[in-house]
């Protein structure tokens, strides 16, 4: 005859991950099995950069997009210098000369129709690789393209950005020291 088991419902315990102390000095066999270890967190560090880097290089992750605001610069003056990237057929970098103020602004000085405000123009420096001369022109970006990956999707140039560090620091909590058991009542 089988038994039936009654199976309870409850939360299980959450761990706690404790440091383990260290009695005595390592000897050489195990400073040697510990710089083999794939969990040794100085042998981790280096891996993943390397990891990080193939993935940048396969255009599987992208460190300057990680590295941007959530949300797309105001279209004023404050952009007049800066440079950006934006997506073509290819990704082309260049200089913001100017933003249009909706008053005064043309496409050309024989244009007749003055340019909503907001619109860029645009400079970005000859492109041999490409064939592309040197030019400039004006660009209606839209904010919902920002740091997209789309036809016309446009972000700040990682010279914007400052330092070239990885995108974010690694996560490494600094052992604790372990309490002390605490008596039961």
Same mark, same amino acid.
């Given at each position: 005859?089988?038994?039936?088991?009654?199976?309870?419902?409850?939360?299980?315990?959450?761990?706690?991950?404790?440091?383990?102390?260290?009695?005595?000095? /390592?000897?050489?066999?195990?400073?040697?099995?510990?710089?083999?270890?794939?969990? =040794?967190?100085? =042998?981790?560090?280096?891996? %993943?950069?390397?990891?990080?880097?193939?993935?940048?290089? %396969?255009?599987?992750?992208?460190?300057?997009?990680?590295?941007?605001?959530?949300? /797309?610069?105001?279209?004023?003056?404050?952009?007049?210098?800066?440079?950006?990237?934006?997506?073509?057929?290819?990704?082309? !970098?260049?200089?913001?000369?100017?933003?249009?103020?909706?008053?005064?602004?043309?496409?050309?000085?024989? /244009?007749?129709?003055?340019?909503?405000?907001?619109?860029?123009?645009? %400079?970005?420096?000859?492109?041999?690789?490409?064939?592309?001369?040197?030019?400039?022109?004006?660009?209606?970006?839209?904010?919902?393209?920002? =740091?997209?990956?789309?036809?016309?999707?446009?972000?700040?140039?990682?010279?914007?950005?400052?330092?070239?560090?990885?995108?974010?620091?690694?996560?490494?909590?600094? !052992?604790?020291?372990? !309490?002390?058991?605490?008596?039961?009542?």
């Amino acid at each position: 005859m089988r038994r039936q088991i009654e199976m309870r419902t409850a939360a299980p315990p959450q761990l706690r991950v404790r440091s383990i102390k260290t009695l005595g000095t /390592a000897d050489a066999d195990v400073l040697r099995l510990e710089q083999q270890s794939i969990f =040794n967190v100085s =042998n981790l560090l280096p891996k %993943a950069k390397v990891a990080r880097e193939l993935r940048e290089a %396969a255009g599987i992750s992208d460190s300057v997009e990680v590295r941007q605001d959530r949300e /797309a610069p105001p279209f004023d003056t404050r952009l007049v210098g800066k440079w950006l990237e934006v997506c073509w057929p290819y990704k082309e !970098e260049g200089r913001v000369k100017r933003v249009a103020d909706g008053l005064t602004d043309k496409r050309s000085p024989r /244009a007749r129709k003055i340019l909503p405000a907001g619109m860029l123009l645009w %400079a970005w420096d000859a492109d041999p690789e490409y064939d592309e001369p040197a030019g400039e022109r004006w660009i209606a970006f839209l904010p919902e393209k920002w =740091n997209k990956p789309v036809s016309y999707g446009w972000r700040l140039d990682p010279r914007e950005l400052g330092a070239t560090g990885p995108p974010r620091t690694p996560l490494i909590e600094e !052992e604790e020291e372990e !309490e002390a058991p605490r008596a039961r009542r």
